[in-house]
């Protein structure tokens, strides 16, 4: 079993940057792909961003390419998630997820494990 706990969410304006965090226990994280997803009011879960199980190939949504950036520390068994030039259509619950692979998925019925969420919430 893996549990994750989810960090580092708040209310921002509209251009700010913030830093999620997502740590594990139960297991090392070594063997697990990762990713985020997210939540808005009304809306399905979506795909933000995964990463392998090395962290050296990563996967954006197109809603955030070139805004947000995935990384992991296998030593410290967390996952990040840097937000930067947030939106006010970037509110929503984020949820780090984790998969037994070392592919992701984009889908989030390919993740076993999932953290309780983060709010981020974007003023204009």
């Known amino acids: 079993q893996v549990q994750l706990v989810e960090s580092g969410g708040g209310l921002v304006q509209a251009g700010d940057s913030l830093r999620l965090s997502c740590a594990a226990s139960g297991r090392t994280i070594s063997s697990y792909a990762m990713g985020w997803f997210r939540q808005a009011p009304g809306k399905e879960r979506e795909f933000v961003a995964a990463t392998n199980w090395s962290g050296d190939n990563t996967d954006y949504a197109d809603s955030v390419k070139g805004r947000f950036a995935m990384s992991r520390d296998n030593a410290k068994n967390t996952v990040y998630l840097q937000m930067n030039s947030l939106k006010p259509e970037d509110t929503a619950i984020y949820y780090c997820?984790?998969?037994?692979?070392?592919?992701?998925?984009?889908?989030?019925?390919?993740?076993?494990?999932w953290g309780q969420g983060t709010q981020v919430t974007v003023s204009s």
């Open positions: 997820a984790a998969r037994f692979s070392r592919l992701w998925s984009t889908s989030r019925n390919g993740y076993s494990y």
